[in-house]
């Protein structure tokens, strides 16, 4: 909140221009006594005002008082209202609103008397007849004059009545503002985009986009996004890979407006950037390897509502603002804050179209099983992001199922094929049940570790069928090969060549989602990368507003 | 009015501080490393490099070391084994 300047205050002078681009210059050698009146078109306060100003200018013009209308509004507002209240006063637009930001009133109509010597003999917002009053007399005395009667009966004036905001306080005038006046306490280096070049080949020049036009990141565009957060912009969220660069706040909501992300999913990038900088994911491992995976993210519990994030159909397809760019911010986080680009330390063979983006929500409504993040430790009303290093989606084809077991074994049969069918113990596996088949395992009482069970029964393959024969050389390594199930001499016993092995180390790397359309009976998988804790493991971490 | 477009850097900031390689030795002397990254069969490529190298030159200390995992980076100590224990490294990518 700001004030008016105080009784006795010089008045800022400015050079405003006529709706006819009539110079209008205020403080440079007046000596009159003149009435500064701000004020919108669409204020009932300013409709009020207004007409007993125009009386007061008519009074008392010949006198040598100077009325000055000061307009926050563009050409054709500011002409309806002139014409709408036959002001014969000059009315000045003031279009980047910064004398009214000058003037420090919150409130419209705003009243300032100067003084010939500049001073401010009285001023008010909004409208109140005792302020009315004050400033008549006032007005008059600096004229030397006797006070004119504005008001008459029949009038029907309110004894007050409360303004409209002025528009400084708009949000994006404000930001704007903020920053014209050096108010804004961003950090970033400043960038000057040279003026004959088009701002997203300037950006795509230097780098800094992933293939696809970037928004620019001007500063009232940041100074938005920051706004969905509380966070401080210096806070630092996480040392990004494989720089170990620091992502503050700032800098990341520099990245998400780049995205095309709105204010409100700021919270899900600076939470999936904290996941997704910790050791236990090795956000490192997962962009350096030559393999497919690229982070993957899933979000949980209100905000997915709250954010319009897409957890139905099409689910890792296009057409979705929260899901194409929340995914797509944290890629370019680690591609301009750490330093991870593709040809440098992201040496990926094939990659896959996740890489560009990859954000989905669960469809927790259509699951009779507890949602994924209360599985993962969280309350259910907590929002919570999880990231997994995952290959993209593969199909899991079932019409015909129409058991639980027989749909387990199913999906067991289509997750036996991840990496290869011949490598056991491969890592976390991302199953993604849809709603046709999520009612299946409901109508049978199927819960989340019995499909577990199932589809580890239905993978389960002695040994020898794994380790790489004549017929197809690839298969488990000997050091993958669990120890009891070798001999003195590091070979397989003749025992350990039966024991059957299931594809998952344990019960848990399997983790399991609801999400979908509500038509077909197509699940998904995506596989993971690296075994356990040597490799990368799904981290969840919770949305902090 | 027309301003030009100012924007926000969405980097790090920081120079990136470029590396020179280290000067190649003429012969091997003193201690060779060899670091297993810890890929699979990375083992046999460097067990058959080893043999040769200890046929051939006998006189040359061979220190074998090997990664926690291939997913991660070096992890410190193993890197100031390298650079405080040998005079040269082999180091290899397998799969």
Redesign the interface.
């Given at each position: 909140m700001s004030e008016l300047p105080a009784l006795g205050a010089m008045a800022s002078a400015f050079t405003l221009s006529t709706g006819d681009n009539q110079v209008v210059a205020f403080g440079d050698g007046d000596a009159v006594p003149t009435l500064l009146v701000f004020f919108k078109h669409d204020c009932a306060t300013c409709d009020l005002t207004l007409p007993l100003v125009e009386r007061l200018h008519t009074a008392l013009s010949a006198e040598g008082l100077r009325v000055v209308g000061i307009s926050q509004d563009a050409v054709a507002h500011t002409s309806d209202v002139v014409a709408r209240h036959h002001l014969s006063f000059t009315v000045a637009l003031d279009g980047?609103l910064e004398v009214s930001a000058d003037y420090g009133f919150d409130a419209v109509p705003a009243l300032v008397l100067v003084g010939p010597d500049r001073a401010v003999v009285a001023s008010f917002e909004g409208f109140t007849r005792p302020d009315l009053l004050t400033l008549t007399e006032r007005t008059a005395a600096a004229c030397g004059a006797a006070a004119p009667r504005l008001v008459h009966d029949g009038d029907g004036l309110p004894e007050h009545r409360p303004g409209c905001g002025s528009k400084v306080h708009d949000p994006d005038v404000a930001r704007r503002l903020a920053v014209r006046r050096g108010a804004a306490t961003?950090g970033?280096?400043?960038?000057?985009?040279?003026?004959a070049d088009d701002?997203f080949d300037f950006?795509s020049a230097q780098g800094?986009d992933d293939g696809l036009p970037v928004v620019?990141?001007?500063?009232a565009r940041?100074l938005r996004m920051l706004d969905g957060t509380q966070r401080a912009a210096s806070d630092v969220v996480a040392h990004?890979p494989p720089?170990l660069?620091?992502a503050t706040v700032?800098?990341i909501a520099?990245?998400a407006v780049?995205a095309g992300c709105r204010p409100e999913y700021l919270p899900v990038v600076i939470a999936a950037t904290e996941a997704a900088c910790t050791d236990q994911f090795?956000l490192?491992?997962v962009l350096a390897?030559t393999y497919f995976v690229a982070p993957v993210i899933v979000v949980n519990g209100p905000i997915r509502r709250a954010i319009d994030l897409n957890c139905g159909a099409n689910l890792f397809g296009q057409g979705f603002r929260a899901n194409a760019t929340i995914g797509r911010a944290l890629q370019?986080v680690v591609r301009?804050?750490?330093?991870g680009k593709p040809g440098g330390v992201d040496m990926s063979t094939l990659g896959q179209p996740g890489k560009f983006t990859c954000c989905v929500g669960e469809l927790e409504e259509a699951s009779c099983w507890e949602p994924f993040h209360v599985e993962r430790g969280f309350a259910a009303d907590t929002s919570t992001v999880t990231v997994f290093a995952g290959e993209a989606p593969r199909a899991i084809r079932d019409q015909l199922s129409r058991t639980a077991p027989s749909l387990g074994a199913s999906m067991g049969m289509c997750l036996q094929s991840m990496a290869h069918p011949k490598l056991a113990h491969v890592g976390e596996a991302l199953l993604v049940v849809c709603p046709e088949h999520i009612r299946i395992f409901e109508q049978d009482g199927y819960t989340k570790a019995d499909l577990r069970a199932r589809i580890q029964e239905a993978t389960a393959r002695p040994l020898r069928e794994l380790l790489p024969d004549a017929d197809c050389q690839k298969g488990m390594?000997l050091?993958?090969v669990p120890n009891a199930l070798l001999g003195p001499d590091g070979q397989p016993t003749a025992e350990g060549l039966e024991t059957p092995l299931s594809k998952f180390q344990q019960d848990t790397d399997i983790l399991v989602m609801v999400a979908g359309g509500t038509t077909g009976k197509f699940s998904a998988f995506l596989g993971g990368?690296?075994n356990g804790a040597?490799?990368?493991m799904a981290v969840t971490r919770e949305i902090r507003p | 009015m027309h301003e030009p477009l100012v924007i926000l850097d969405p980097t790090d900031e920081r120079a990136v501080i470029g590396r020179q390689l280290a000067a190649r030795p003429e012969q091997l002397t003193g201690t060779l490393g060899i670091v297993d990254i810890a890929k699979p069969r990375g083992d046999v490529f460097l067990d058959e490099l080893e043999r040769l190298i200890r046929e051939r030159l006998p006189a040359l200390q061979v220190l074998r070391l090997r990664k926690p995992t291939y997913t991660k980076p070096s992890p410190p100590d193993l890197r100031d084994e390298v650079s405080s224990r040998c005079q040269a490294v082999i180091q290899a990518l397998a799969d």
């Open positions: 980047d961003l970033a280096r400043r960038v000057q985009v040279p003026i701002p950006l800094l620019p990141p001007t500063e940041v990004v720089n660069a620091p700032e800098k520099i990245n780049m090795n490192h491992g390897t370019l301009n804050i750490g330093g390594t050091r993958a990368w690296a040597a490799g990368s | -």
